[in-house]
């Protein structure tokens, strides 16, 4: 029976000064043949750059792409091979999720950041939701996602220039290829949300800029929903000038985001109410700022020092 399994390779990403890797001790717990699995930790200062590297010297017929703080469930593997039996399936993922163990304001950020009406259909890749089923980019998440290493070197791997998006655009380019991606709400990896406020603000503001970038080199109509935040950034400043009714649709606004709050919070966490609600107010203000950002900003590929200071250790 293991001689039928695929052989597959673990990428994970670090930087060059991290000493403490938690992804790799979660890696060797995989429920999977010892040697039929590879190992690659590819250090340097840009993550799709040490992707890049590690997938070119990769052995394995399955990639999987694991943060440096991923802590897969060990029977991850198993569960991602039933679905790649189908050859047209290119890439399997789920969700990332927060750790019981998370700090409060860890599990606020998670509490939203899996919250339909902040993250829209990307929810998913914060909480499990519904059934496994063909997918887009929206759904899927690198920091815990499985994919043929063929296909990815057919297209170059990831374009290094559209970081933090660079997952997203290479999706794109599979499904109109004909590939198909698979969200399973049971192949999840735990892993700690932001730590602090200003972190979150960033990450929203980094997810806004990148999602911009990638829309004007790789337009798609499943972008569309991204314009949301940046023009109800727009409604924002232009509120004091509107007419009565135009300055309603804030108090909808609000009912709506009451309404989320109340449906992702606990019985016992509902003292959070004002912070999850004030939550989704700054995701929706952050993206769309970064969003505006990424309009202006021209991606540029690394610069060579980056590239040259990848380093790869086979553990």
Known sequence: MNDRLPKVTIIIAARLDQAEVSALAAARQLDYPPDKVEILLARGKQPSVQRNAA????????IYFLDD???PLPGNLRRAMAHFNAPEVKMVGGPSVCPPEA????????????????????CARYRGVGRTRATSEKEL????????????????????????????ALMDELQKRGGQLIYDPELLVYRRPRPTFQAFCKMLFNYGRGRAEQFRLHPTLGSAPNFVPPFFCLYLAAWPFLPALGRWALAVYAAAALLQALAVLPVKKLHWLPAIIGLIFTSHVFYGLGFWRGCFTKPKPPPAAVLAEVKLERV
Request: hydrophobic content about 50%; aromatic content about 6%; some cysteine.
């Open 55 to 62: 997938l070119r010297a990769a052995t394995g017929e399955i």
């Open 69 to 71: 703080d991923s802590r």
């Open 103 to 122: 700090l409060a304001l860890e599990q606020a950020f998670a509490l939203v950041m899996g919250a339909r009406l902040a993250f829209a259909s990307s």
């Open 141 to 168: 998440i690198l920091c815990n996602l499985l994919a043929r290493r063929d296909a990815l070197l057919e297209l170059r791997g990831f374009n290094e220039a559209l970081y933090p998006n660079e997952e997203n």
